[in-house]
């Protein structure tokens, strides 16, 4: 198992995450760079919550390169005021007053898009404002889990930094890369 070269990879592109954003804003001070870390990745006991593949698909499915893209969901936003939300699939808004100096969204895809585009306040959003993406695949259980190395990914939890926003409405939408060539799009209003 290669597990201290992966978490060695991970913190080293989280350290470099958190240089660039420094770098983005005028703060750059060291309070700030400490009021970010908390917010720049998720909890992960919150994959716990993700759907599983059976709710998804309806049942075992074989394996098969590229799977369309089958769920698109507006996954959590996070704040340096409020830490990390999740809100629940079926509302339109976060719950919380976020704000502050950085504003995160996190949006979860199963299967794969070749045609992504955010945006916040209608404004389409640089390509640079997605500063992270991580692979997720299928557990032993059916249910969205972190990669372990040889398996196949299945999804992506991808990160964006909408820092710079008080508030707005972030959608996101893409389009499957195989049939059915769907577009899926989901948003949500933050507070």
Known sequence: ????????????????????????????????????????????????????????????????????????????????????EYPDPSVYATSLDHGGSVLLVVVLEVGYGFSRFAKMNGSQLPSSANYLDEALCWNAYGQLAYCSAGQTVAGWLRYYDVSGYQSGSFTYQNTSTNSPWNTMYDQITIL
């Open 1 to 84: 198992m290669h597990r201290p070269l992966i978490v060695m990879t991970l913190l080293a592109a989280l350290n470099a995450t958190a240089a660039d954003v420094q770098q983005t804003y005028p703060e750059g001070s060291s309070s700030f760079r400490a009021t970010l870390s908390p917010v720049l990745h998720l909890d992960s006991s919150q994959l716990s919550k993700l759907p599983t593949r059976e709710q998804l698909e309806g049942g075992p499915v074989k394996l098969a390169p590229a799977p369309p893209l089958t769920y698109l969901q507006v996954y959590a936003v996070g704040s340096s005021n409020q830490g990390w």
